[in-house]
């Protein structure tokens, strides 16, 4: 696997255009090469007459840099409407949220831990309004993990209280 798949596209731009000058035609024909190894046949055939790395990376950033943009509003979209479902595991819901927010993430969209945590209260189900009074009202720190014990704490507690159906 090519390492310069792990570094996002608007880096390796950077990271060719600050090392342009400077390479010789042999560590050139390296970069060159890693790209057109990283990528699909049908985009390998298109680019290999391309001049320069940075000139490769600005083409593909032209062509797939609207998909990404498609990709984030799904990804937001998804976060900002889901809604725990009511008597459904509290730790499902939670997993659920911060794969979002990690997509979100690798999507360059980056959002404060306290405001991840915000989000997340919003999204309980009302079963959980309890909890967030008690948050509130006494300004909890918590991380993402702390949250998820807490919440895995109170819905244990929810269930004790609630009466089971009598038939």
């Known amino acids: 696997m090519c390492w310069l798949k792990n570094v996002p596209l608007n880096q390796q731009m950077q990271l060719m255009r600050r090392s342009r000058p400077m390479i010789n035609g042999s560590r050139l024909m390296r970069w060159q090469g890693y790209i057109i190894a990283s990528i699909a046949n049908v985009l390998k055939h298109q680019h290999q007459s ?79 309004q309890q909890f967030r009074l008690n948050y509130n009202m006494k300004k909890i720190g918590l991380s993402l993990a702390k949250l998820l014990n807490e919440l895995t704490v109170a819905e244990s507690i929810i269930k004790q209280q609630t009466p089971l159906p009598v038939a």
Do not use: R, W
């Open 50 to 128: 391309m001049a320069s790395a940075y000139d490769m990376l600005k083409s593909l950033k032209e062509m797939f840099g609207e998909q990404n943009c498609a990709a984030k509003q799904t990804a937001m979209k998804a976060l900002l409407t889901t809604k725990m479902v009511e008597g459904s595991p509290v730790k499902d819901h939670m997993l659920k949220m911060m794969s979002y927010m990690n997509e979100l993430e690798i999507l360059g969209i980056v959002i404060d831990k306290k405001s991840q945590v915000e989000m997340i209260q919003q999204t309980l189900s009302d079963s959980f």
